[in-house]
């Protein structure tokens, strides 16, 4: 059990880099083989392969102003669950209004797994149509 709040530590930690848009903070967490899956048909869907790729894409999110609300953390064995409220205005006036469950898997103390569940997977593909200059 001691391990779960080790999880719990990470996820805290991916937050709070991400947050800051703690490009290292970010990295450091990450597995070198990690996967990033995300549902829909947006730039940012699908799976991406690697630490590169998955630090690509949450700087894609942070771009486009995306703001993250902690709700819950859910530990689990393997990681941790974040229950989170994503909002989001484009320049162009479309919305994102999005609950999600952000689904980490944890391995010594670095996350080899990020799985999102969206409550809203087509508004969320049409807020990611296109990427921004």
Do not use: K
Not at 15 to 29: E, P, T
């Amino acid at each position: 059990m001691v391990e779960s709040s080790g999880h719990a530590r990470v996820a805290e930690r991916f937050l709070a880099a991400f947050g800051a848009r703690d490009d290292a903070g970010l990295r450091a967490l990450l597995a070198e083989d990690v996967v990033w899956s995300m549902p829909g048909s947006g730039t940012i869907s699908g799976a991406v392969h690697g630490r590169d790729a998955a630090a690509t894409r949450a700087w894609e999110i942070a771009g486009r102003g995306v703001r993250t609300e902690l709700l819950h953390v859910l530990v689990g064995q393997h990681g941790v669950a974040l229950s989170l409220h994503n909002t989001a205005l484009s320049a162009d006036g479309r919305e994102l209004d999005e609950h999600l469950a952000t689904v980490l898997t944890v391995r010594d103390g670095v996350i080899t797994a990020i799985d999102s569940y969206l409550s809203d997977v087509d508004g969320m593909s049409a807020f990611f149509a296109h990427r921004e200059p």
